[in-house]
């Protein structure tokens, strides 16, 4: 008998620690081992997506199929554990049942695949479903070929900017050296994303593994894994995970995976600032200086951390790196659309019914993600738009709601990828309202290095505050797209250039609200 509860942050915030202890307790008080004539084991999971309904707990009789219950409280563990661990007739009225099929039948979990299902702490769990396998198939490989296999496989990288991974990795592996990083972003930023932070707490060896491949694969022999510090239990797990690495040899001078040369991990604690997510902020906050972006050229991968050649990827592409190397390039490339393979991770938030996290195939639309996936909006409102990839997203329409979740679709569309944060809003949701908050986010996140970014986010965000308190002008609009295009053309890094995107999608695709905020005066 096996009895999983998801740990993650939302499991542990809902009480998912009580409800562990309740049933552990409850097994040792009936002597259920001896009853159900077999051994009880509790393990603490992952996130497995629906975090709304937290806590969720599995029960896995042997030979039948796993029964998920949601909303679990310690008061509801004797029953379960009577009618069902005992009685083997599920508490019928508590089963999370067919929504949360729905919830999981258009999803496809590969990246998610252990998260949930195993215990994120347990090396032997992680090795028993196959961990470690596809950097034990990597190192039978040349570097070369290791690189052509993740060309091969399509993979884009999933921090935002969708840069062909295998490409990547042959630049840093062709620049001259042998001092070289590697370091996976796990400085999640955006408000509402939170699939990192799951990956690292529910499946942290898999992460581990991903980067042992890319470290082989370019010639590195050291790497950082730079997480946010508001994830103290991603931080913990990760740090378990990799002292239990040093300590069986995987990792460190022992180097029994036979990687090129012993590849040493550590974790570096971001400090909480959106621009340290920039790769040349990031770098600059592990050496120790203020994180602040820097011109580029020269990229990471030739001048990059310590001024060293530097490989970055976030926690989802390296993530990525290991199921390809377990079911092959091929199979990873059946995955998804012509120019996006594989899957991609949501983390959906505001008006939908079942919000958290979803893996899906690229492709797959934004109408079957909201709706079908995730049950579509609360309170049967009307779906009015999604803000997808975050504060430098855009707002998409319900006119777009058909549009293919892929990198060039939603690029089409007027929003992008991005890390993957989608906010839903209904009809009561004013447009312009959510373009300001955003705009607040990136302004204040600004560095302040340059003059665009630093100064001309503050002015935009001034003329969207006075038109949703009434006082707009006429040619508000126009200067607001004016400044925005400036912007985004001359500030120095990624959040300056992508700041005005909710902007100028909402203006686009919602012109008429501003016009009435300016109009009516209110
Ligand atoms: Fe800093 Fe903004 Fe300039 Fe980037 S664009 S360097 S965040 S001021």
Redesign the pocket.
């Known amino acids: 008998v096996k009895i999983l509860i998801c740990t993650g942050t939302g499991g542990l915030a809902s009480g998912a620690a009580s409800v562990q202890a309740a049933f552990e307790e409850e097994f040792e008080k009936k002597g259920v081992a001896a009853k159900v004539g077999s051994a009880c084991e509790v393990n603490g999971t992952g996130c497995r997506g629906l975090c709304a309904n937290d806590v969720l707990v599995d029960v896995c009789l042997p030979g039948k199929d796993a029964v998920t219950y949601d909303f679990v409280t310690p008061e509801l563990v004797p029953q379960i554990v009577d009618e069902h661990v005992i009685g083997s007739e599920p508490v019928a009225k508590k089963v999370a049942g067919k929504y949360y099929h729905e919830f999981l039948d258009k999803q496809k979990r590969v990246v998610f695949s252990r998260c949930g299902t195993i215990d994120a702490e347990s090396l032997d769990q992680f090795l028993e479903t196959g961990g470690f396998n596809g950097v034990k198939k990597a190192v039978k490989m040349t570097q070369d070929e290791v690189i052509e296999e993740v060309k091969k496989s399509g993979l884009r990288g999933r921090g935002g900017g969708g840069f062909p991974t295998g490409m990547k990795w042959s630049f840093a592996k062709g620049s001259p050296g042998n001092h070289k990083y590697l370091i996976c972003n796990a400085d999640e930023g955006d408000p509402g994303a939170f699939m990192d932070r799951s990956i690292l707490e529910g499946d942290p060896y898999g992460l581990i593994e991903g980067m042992m491949i890319a470290a082989y694969a370019i010639g590195c022999k050291f790497a950082y894994v730079y997480v946010r510090a508001e994830y103290p239990l991603a931080i913990k797990r990760l740090q378990m995970a990799i002292d239990t690495c040093y300590e069986k040899g995987y990792l460190g001078e022992k180097n029994i995976l036979g990687l090129q040369m012993p590849l040493d991990m550590r974790i570096k604690a971001g400090a909480g600032a959106f ?1 340290c997510g ?1 790769e040349t ?1 990031l770098m600059a906050s592990i050496e120790g200086q203020r994180g ?2 820097r011109p580029r050229p020269p990229f990471p991968a030739v001048r990059g951390l310590w001024g060293k050649p530097t490989n970055i990827n976030n926690v989802e592409t390296y993530a990525n790196v290991s199921y390809i190397f377990y079911n092959g390039a091929d199979w990873y490339s059946s995955i998804g659309t012509e120019g996006t393979k594989g899957t991609k991770i949501f983390a959906l938030t505001g008006k939908v019914k079942h919000t958290g996290l979803v893996e899906v195939p690229a492709g797959i639309t934004m109408k079957e993600v909201i709706y079908d996936v995730c049950g579509g909006i609360l309170n049967n409102r009307k779906f009015k738009a999604v803000q997808a990839g975050g504060p430098s997203g855009g707002c998409l329409p319900a006119e777009a709601i058909e549009a293919e979740v892929d990198y060039d679709s939603l690029i089409k569309a007027g929003a992008m990828m991005g890390s993957g944060g989608l906010v839903v809003m209904d009809e009561t949701t004013c447009m312009v309202d959510i373009a300001r908050f955003f705009l607040n986010f990136t302004r204040v ?10 100064i001309g ?1 503050k002015i935009m965000l001034e003329i969207l505050e006075r038109i949703t308190q009434g006082k707009g002008q006429e040619g508000d609009i126009e200067l607001l797209q004016d400044m925005a295009y400036d912007i985004k053309k001359s ?7 992508t ?1 005005p995107n909710p902007v100028l999608s909402t203006i686009r695709y919602f012109r008429d609200e501003y016009e009435t905020h300016i109009k009516e005066g209110e």
């Open positions: 621009v920039e902020a602040m972006s996140e600004s560095c302040g290095k340059c003059i665009p970014c630093r986010l500030s120095l890094c990624g959040l300056g250039q700041a």
